[in-house]
């Protein structure tokens, strides 16, 4: 199928006309978000806890057995189902000798040589993808797909497929290239900015657009009301690039006990960008692999906390950094008894 362009999923989507088939792929993850919201807002937000379905591929509900029978599952109300499958390279572009492994290309097959990958049976999503359902919307979101394994092909072959470049692109020509987007990017906005502001804004990036993007949401709300964003307002507000170094800081500090931290380290990750939903799924395989067998009193409620944030984000049932923020204290209770077992 040919490759959408962004400006025509808006239109599809403004119209309420979904393709049964999406592949979002791309380092560009705070606009994913914002595209993967806005097909789930297609879906009434009474509705959307029996008709919306957020999977992670290779966990638990996100094999290629489970996203096809989802993605087969008439909606309970509605007209329209809709299935995200989230981390989607750990199925169309999985790491050698992960067990989670997507079906190996042919050249692979012919290869004794060619790596110990335990590939997965994809053969029941490939026969979902030649005959998808018509009242379900299958999205697959990845950072980056392998276009040389069958699965892949499958996938791209019968999906709509959008590309949510990053920077690195415009960055390999030059910094400036960056500044420029940057400036387009503001005048859609009615605003704009000095030119060190904007350089110095395009160096604490360190190329990632998904901090630049948080940067300037964030910038726009501090400067509300001035047209021109100046590097005071810069200096201010924008952290440096390598401001978070640890991506398990957040569970660290609960297994810890430390609430103070674990929500510095939660605004740390919104701050750069992180998606919300990722940081959840972080705190769920933590609950499952790490509190369980340290703290089994705890998991009930902590499973429960993690259930309600996790509908509450999919139906915009509040802000983001504050449900997370709510999550976080409510994980956090006495450091865990071993330590080793919830530290990383």
């Known amino acids: 199928m040919p490759a959408l362009s962004l400006p025509a999923l808006k ?27 806005a097909i789930e807002s297609t879906v009434d937000p009474a509705d959307r806890p029996f008709a919306v379905e957020r999977v992670y591929a290779g966990e638990s509900g996100g094999t290629p057995l489970e996203i096809s029978a989802s993605a087969r599952s008439m909606p309970m109300l509605g007209d329209r189902r809709i299935v995200i499958v989230l981390r989607a390279e750990r199925l169309l572009k999985p790491k050698r000798g992960s067990k989670a492994g997507a079906t190996a290309s042919d050249d692979e097959r012919a290869d004794p040589d060619g790596g110990d990958e335990q590939p997965v049976d994809a053969a029941p999503l490939e026969e979902y993808l030649a005959a998808p359902v018509p009242t379900s919307t299958l999205v697959f979101v ?43 990017q503001l005048a859609v906005a009615g605003r704009a900015i000095e030119r060190g502001a904007a350089r110095l804004l395009v160096e604490r990036c360190g190329d990632d657009i998904s901090k630049l993007r948080g940067d300037v949401e964030r910038l726009l709300l501090f400067a509300e009301g001035r047209r021109t964003i100046t ?114």
């Not at 959008?162 to 400036?176: C, D, I, K, N, P």
Request: proline share 3%; net charge neutral.
């Open 11 to 37: 239109a599809q989507i403004a119209n309420r006309r979904l393709a049964p088939l999406y592949l979002f792929v791309g380092e560009d993850l705070k606009l994913v978000d914002r595209m993967v919201d």
């Open 142 to 184: 990845a950072t980056a797909v392998d276009r040389t394994r069958r699965l892949s092909k499958r996938v791209i072959e019968c999906a709509a497929v959008v590309e949510f470049q990053g920077l690195g692109r415009v960055a390999a020509e030059s910094r400036g290239g960056i500044q420029g987007w940057l400036t387009d």
């Open 231 to 344: 590097t005071d307002d810069v200096m201010a507000v924008v952290t440096e690039q390598f401001a978070v170094t640890d991506d398990w800081a957040v569970t660290n500090a609960i297994a810890e006990g430390n609430a103070a931290r674990a929500l510095s380290e939660t605004g740390r990750r919104l701050d750069r960008g992180d998606s919300p939903h990722q940081l959840v799924g972080q705190l769920r395989w933590w609950v499952s692999a790490r509190l369980a067998p340290s703290a089994p009193g705890r998991v009930k409620a902590a499973l429960e906390a993690l259930l309600r944030t996790d509908l509450a984000l999919k139906s915009s049932g509040g802000d983001d950094r504050v449900l997370l923020e709510r999550l976080v204290v409510e994980l956090t209770e006495q450091p865990l008894a071993n330590l080793r077992g919830g530290r990383f």
